[in-house]
């Protein structure tokens, strides 16, 4: 059984829409860098196990990435997810985890990296947002695409409006994604790319707005 561990900064949908999907893994930990994110909650009452590595108590970020990978590594996982953990990671760290390391990010990349995508999306004028589950390599929001979901962006959105349509496919991607992993259906290529075998042969474009 794949071992998982997962890390939080916060409300842990993401981390909650994993507990949902029944997947062929094992829940080995939740850690956050926050002790007051609302999702440690919630997988304390499912009985997971959890921790704290409080980012604000170490003097640098190699120091906090350290102590992070040893609170990670003492639960033996087979691959470590990033569901909503807002620290930017060390080279080291990252290298650590090479292979093992999944992020979910709340656009279409590589549009829009880093923070704040929804507005950024919505003053861009896209017509298409969406989210991305991708393996994390050192350099922030670019590593190996393993699965996209785009929604339509509408006249009348906000930011909030638009980041819960993007959740609501983050919560069926992200799953999917671990399954696949768990299920060793991905391999990465040299060229820094995910193939999925079997392969998906679907062709159906998304065009937004919908054509008359
Ligand atoms: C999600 O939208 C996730 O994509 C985003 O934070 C939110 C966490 O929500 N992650 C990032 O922006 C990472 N750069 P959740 O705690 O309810 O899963």
Redesign the pocket.
């Known amino acids: 059984m794949t071992r998982l561990v997962i890390l939080?900064?916060?409300?842990?949908?993401?981390?909650?829409?994993l507990f949902g999907a029944n997947l062929p893994v094992e829940f080995a930990a939740v850690i956050s860098n926050r002790a007051d994110?609302?999702?440690l909650q919630t997988a304390a009452i499912r009985g997971i196990p959890t921790g704290v590595i409080d980012h604000k108590t170490y003097v640098d970020r190699a120091a906090f990435d350290t102590a992070l990978m040893a609170e990670i590594d003492r639960h033996a996982p087979d691959l470590v997810v990033?569901?909503?953990?807002?620290r930017v990671l060390t080279d080291g760290f990252v290298n650590h985890y090479a292979g093992r390391l999944i992020?979910?990010?709340?656009a279409l990349l590589p549009s829009f990296p880093?923070?704040h995508?929804h507005e950024r999306a919505l003053a861009a004028g896209v017509k298409l947002h969406g989210?991305t589950v991708h393996f994390v390599t050192p350099e922030?929001?670019v590593g190996p695409i393993v699965i996209q979901a785009a929604v339509p962006v509408l006249n009348d959105d906000t930011p909030d409006t638009l980041?819960a349509r993007?959740?609501t496919e983050?919560h069926r991607i992200f799953p999917q994604a671990i399954r696949w992993f768990a299920e060793g259906r991905m391999t990465l290529t040299a060229q820094g790319t995910v193939r999925l075998s079997p392969a998906a042969t679907d062709t159906v474009p998304l065009v937004s707005p919908p054509l008359d």
């Open positions: 939080i900064s916060g409300r842990g949908s993401n981390m909650e829409a994110a609302k999702g990033l569901a909503g953990f807002m992020n979910v990010h709340p880093g923070l995508t989210c922030v929001d980041a993007v959740l983050e």
